[in-house]
DNA sequence: AATGGCTGATGGCCAAAGAT
DNA sequence: ATCTTTGGCCATCAGCCATT
């Protein structure tokens, strides 16, 4: 969860010690329970100060990790998600599913073929994060994280532009059916308006509105097992909950929208933090690599490998100022 | 302990070639 | 004609290191 001063060290002992078996259990952690870990700690490696032996132990640094763990109570989405160790999920995916998806309980209802929409989100991460969700006992961590205290300052509503991205056509794209394809797919998806009307039309209509005989035999197999028309029926029902979620179209684009930045070296009036926030809260995505098809990379003292790739690549490199004078042309200045 | 940078491995995306 | 595979490129992840 990100907890000042809470490191490997002290979390491995805390496991040792049987005082934290959870990520929640930290949260009824108190001043006592550090000060007892540490005396264990000490005692296993023959390392008591001799402070502690003559009665006086230090309770300072315990004192500031209780305010801490009390802090890291107010999270945000990214972090939160980000801190769950779900495979494949880094900083940038956990803002993908914050940004797309709004609040922790969409994204724990979610299945993975409307996780694949998003972008950056392929077969393997949509199928990892869904059976994360999936396993009964993260469920209850995530639970007893929530019932702890936790809770996130910018949870909202799913993007509205989810809208033109669900349909039919996408849970039979991931259901993989040989032959068919996403032609087929989006043919049945204008067609049939849910999964029941799907199938009870049947195999003959199917082909009778334009898809090939081969990939309907195939989907009528698919469907005759009651395993894959079960799951269908399930992720048909979340993906119409998500939909329902949806807020009416979004008013207007961001000035930065599907520009990418890269941030190199040291910035001398802006943490690097807060200028990629910035950035972001005017639709910019700020990456980690340059390409091609970065917009631009901001460079400032030291930078180091980045920028020569740029250079190399022909991108446009620009100063500290460049960034305050775009921020401020936008009205996200300092 | 935290921060930032770097890098190898891997997933996602796109377009063109190949298969049915 | 549509589906499937392939290959190249890009971005992220995850682990490591140096610095402070």
Sequence with gaps: MDIDGLGDRFVDALVEFDMVHTPADLYGLTVESFVRMKALADERDGSTPETVKQGKVA???????????????????????????????????????ATWLGSLAVVRRTPAPVLRVLPDIGDEVATSIAAFFEQEGNEKVVDALLAAGITFADEGAPSPKLRDRLGLDVLLDAAKV????????????????????????????????????????????????????????????????????????????????GHTYVITGTMETLKRDDATERLESLGAKVAGSVSKKTTAVFAGEAAGSKLDKAKELGVPVHTEADLLALLAEHGAAP
């Design 59 to 97: 309770t300072k640094w315990a004192e500031n990790l209780v305010a801490s763990i009390e802090a890291s109570k107010k999270s945000t989405l990214p972090r939160f998600l980000f801190a769950l160790g779900i495979m494949h999920i880094g900083e940038s995916t956990a803002k993908t599913l």
């Design 178 to 257: 040989p032959k068919l394809g996403p032609k087929s797919t989006a043919l049945l998806a204008k067609t049939y308006a849910s999964v029941q009307e799907l199938v009870s039309a049947g195999e003959h209509n199917w082909i009778i509105a334009g898809v090939p005989s081969a990939a309907a035999a195939n989907l009528w197999a698919y469907i005759s097992d009651p395993t894959n028309y079960r799951k269908l029926v399930n992720d048909y029902a979340d993906m119409a909950w998500l939909l329902d979620q949806l807020p009416a179209a979004s008013a207007t684009a961001l000035p930065l929208e």
